[in-house]
């Protein structure tokens, strides 16, 4: 027979092991927990915690309105991808804002500052919105002031002082290096270009100059090619900044990764601008098609001297010096703004595709254990409005923004600001996209 001492002692220590489990289990083992963080994952992934709630008015989306950048194929996801400033724009700002347009033709912007929200009000809708990625105190507005006339604006945030303002095309976009903004005009008539400009994110808007097609070595511009301010068009002339008027045909791209540099890609002839000096001129340019892979380096697609057959290169973001792609590289896969990281030899999308050698990326599951935790809320909001449906028929909207370990949920009447579950995938995309 056992001593009751003995029994009573047994039991005391199985149930010190049991709370002991239970308090190390939410822990990695790396961190001396009892289970894998992958685990403690999956317990805690349908409770996510709500940063800030915006409660939208009916009629009010997070969608914007009038047109599409020129080099997109197709309307940009609603939710983007990773919140880099070389994807499309987004309706939701980082982890700071939401973009809006309501009855009427109102618009605002409102941002999640000090505790509290901030509404930057238009009375035109919004065609695109960006906030600056260096620092996030400039907003980029583009409006649309009728079906053919936009206006694009940058504002000091949180103040909301204009810092300035000018008629533009439907769209605007920020430098990668976040220090200049690039808009433009098509031309009127069928002619196939389009007139851009770039102007300063800090200081006094530059003097208007236009590229004037002049660089030795370097083939002329196409026949009656507009080289002289004087030669534009009323609203061309009236665009401010260094401007220069390329040729632009469908399927044609464009890419602003420093102040001082954009690449154009065209009808399978790709050409290197360099601004100095407030004028735009040719580095360089060249036959073939031209692919952006961020945020480190550009890839060229062309014709090879040797084999006369297409071959791989890559090169800088600064400089047209390419570089051969070793022949047995995989494939890269077709162009698309949804891949918007790439190293050496590996790139992920936004949606969790891969290309090239295995990641260490982690698999992205918070999307989906967002669309089921929030679910409820969207089925709720269903029934106390009839539009809910008719512009989120499936459920919830998600947005992720890893960068920032946050993600925007429209359910419906409300657009929530979660905080992400602190898995490994958010330390790896933090350091992977950061900026050049």
Not at 234 to 252: F, I, S
Request: proline fraction near 12%; aromatic fraction near 10%.
């Amino acid at each position: 027979m056992i001593p009751k001492r003995y029994l009573f002692a047994s039991m005391f220590i199985a149930a010190m092991l049991v709370l002991l489990a239970f308090v190390q289990a939410p822990r990695s083992t790396r961190e001396g927990g009892a289970m894998v963080a992958d685990t403690t994952l999956e317990l805690t992934m349908e409770s996510f915690e709500t940063l800030a709630e915006y409660r939208l008015l009916d009629g009010w989306t997070p969608r914007f309105q009038g047109a599409l950048d020129p080099d997109q194929d197709k309307p940009w996801p609603p939710g983007g991808g990773f919140g880099t400033p070389w994807e499309p724009a987004s309706a939701y700002l980082a982890d700071q804002g939401l973009a809006l347009n309501g009855p009427r033709g109102h618009s605002e912007v409102v941002l999640w500052r000090g505790l509290e929200w901030r509404h930057y009000r238009f009375d035109a809708p919004i065609a695109s919105a960006r906030l600056d990625p260096a620092k996030g105190n400039r907003l980029l507005v583009t409006l649309m002031l009728s079906p053919q006339r936009f206006e694009t604006r940058l504002l000091e945030i949180p103040e909301g002082r204009v810092l300035w303002a000018t008629d533009s095309g439907p769209w605007s976009r920020f430098s990668w290096d976040g220090q200049a903004v690039l808009l433009g005009l098509r031309p009127p008539g069928p002619e196939s270009a389009l007139l851009l400009t770039a102007l300063p994110v800090e200081g006094e808007v530059p003097p208007a100059t236009l590229a004037p097609w002049e660089e030795k070595g370097l083939p002329p511009p196409p026949k009656n090619w507009p080289t002289r301010q004087e030669h534009l068009w009323d609203d061309g002339k009236d665009l401010p900044g260094a401007r220069l008027l390329v040729p632009w045909q469908p399927g044609a791209r464009m890419w602003f990764p420093l102040r001082d540099r954009l690449w154009v890609s065209s009808g399978n002839l790709w050409t290197l601008w360099a601004r100095s000096k407030g004028l735009w001129k040719r580095e360089a340019t060249g036959p073939g098609a031209l692919y952006a892979q961020p945020p480190l380096r550009m890839a060229l697609l062309g014709p090879d001297k040797k084999e006369g057959a297409p071959a791989r290169r890559t090169g800088p973001l600064d400089q047209a010096r390419w570089q051969p792609v070793p022949a047995d590289t995989e494939p890269w896969p077709p162009y698309d703004p949804a891949w918007s990281w790439w190293a050496a030899d590996q790139a992920a999308s936004a949606w969790d595709a891969r290309w090239g050698k295995p990641s260490p990326l982690p698999r992205e599951r918070q999307r989906e254990a967002l669309l089921k935790a929030d679910r409820p809320e969207w089925i709720t909001a269903s029934g106390l409005r009839a539009s809910v449906r008719g512009w989120l028929p499936d459920g919830p909207e998600v947005a992720l923004r890893e960068a920032s370990a946050a993600a925007w949920v429209w359910v419906g009447d409300r657009a929530l600001l979660q905080r992400l579950q602190p898995t490994g995938r958010l330390p790896f995309l933090q350091k992977a996209l950061k900026l050049p």
